[in-house]
């Protein structure tokens, strides 16, 4: 089993939907949760940042953690085509240390 | 000043030649970070510096594979006598301090090795 999981996709949705996107993680002492947009030939682009469990919003996307069940998402409202990109979910057990990543999962929004 | 560079941005090479990458990161980040990213897979941790020292180098995946960061600023990763699997996207990332959190990636080096 990999340490974290992340459904591949591709994810196509209509323009105007709520997107859910899923990590799963083994390891429980992560308590750092971040999620990154990957445009197709750039380095990934930090979108959320928490810690513990709990929610985060921040304009259309919301971070959920539930450290209990080892699960996390990002949603992200109101879906615009420039949203299309690979997001990664990343884990850590320590504040900026030893990150793990998800394979990614890519996302399509169609006009 | 500007993001996290890199060079060059595609690298062809045959098997068997040695490589060097580059990173330069964000003016006054102290961290910089190694990554290889590879079809299909996450992103694989390398190394970290500190400054110009590099504390954990358990992340690169065999000897040939090395890098250095001078005056707390430029990296390169080498990797010598390249072998096909080492085609992958290798990313850099910095950030202000080390275990401070947030980090910022270049756009990274597409490597194929033919």
């Known amino acids: 089993q990999k340490e974290v999981e992340q459904d591949p996709g591709p994810l196509s949705v209509p323009e105007g939907a709520i997107v859910s996107l899923n990590c799963t993680y083994s390891?429980?002492?992560?308590?750092?949760f971040m999620w990154y947009r990957q445009y197709s030939r750039k380095g990934p682009e930090l979108l959320m940042y928490?810690?513990?469990?709990g929610n985060k919003e921040d304009g259309r996307f919301t971070a959920q953690v539930d450290k209990s069940s080892k699960y996390i998402s990002l949603f992200i409202r109101d879906s615009q085509p420039s949203d299309s990109a690979t997001y990664l979910c990343?884990?850590?057990?320590?504040?900026?240390?030893?990150?793990?990543f998800g394979p990614g999962t890519r996302l399509s929004v169609l006009p | 000043g500007a993001g996290v560079s890199q060079s060059p941005s595609n690298k062809v090479t045959e098997k068997g030649k040695d490589v060097e990458l580059r990173c330069d990161p964000i003016?006054?980040?102290?961290?910089l970070y190694w990554y290889r990213q590879s079809l299909g897979q996450g992103l694989e941790f390398l190394i970290y510096?500190?400054?110009?020292?590099?504390p954990d180098k358990s992340g690169l995946p065999s000897d040939r594979f090395s890098a250095e960061r001078t005056g707390g600023s430029v990296s390169t990763l080498t990797i010598q006598r390249t072998q096909q699997e080492d085609s992958a996207v290798y990313l850099c990332?910095?950030?202000?301090?080390w275990g401070g959190g947030e980090q910022y990636f270049g756009p990274g080096t597409r490597l194929t090795v033919t």
């Open positions: 990332a910095s950030s202000l301090v």
């Open positions: 390891n429980s002492a992560f308590q750092y």
């Open positions: 928490t810690y513990s469990s």
């Open positions: 990343a884990m850590s057990a320590r504040d900026g240390q030893n990150f793990v």
């Open positions: 003016s006054g980040h102290t961290a």
């Open positions: 510096f500190q400054g110009n020292s590099a």
